[in-house]
């Protein structure tokens, strides 16, 4: 498995991953974690 998004976009169904942010990269504010059916899922990653 890679790392980032890679690593998001290859998780099994019912799977988790500890996500930490780091302060390197600005306020936490503008970080936004979804979840999306796997109906929607395609839609989502083609827009």
């Known amino acids: 498995m890679g790392g980032g998004a890679e690593t998001l976009l290859n998780l099994e169904v019912n ?6 942010y780091g302060s390197s990269f600005g306020p936490h504010d503008e970080l936004i974690l979804l979840e999306v059916d796997d109906a929607l899922l395609p839609q989502f990653l083609d827009d």
Request: proline fraction near 17%.
């Open 15 to 20: 799977s988790s991953i500890p996500i930490c």
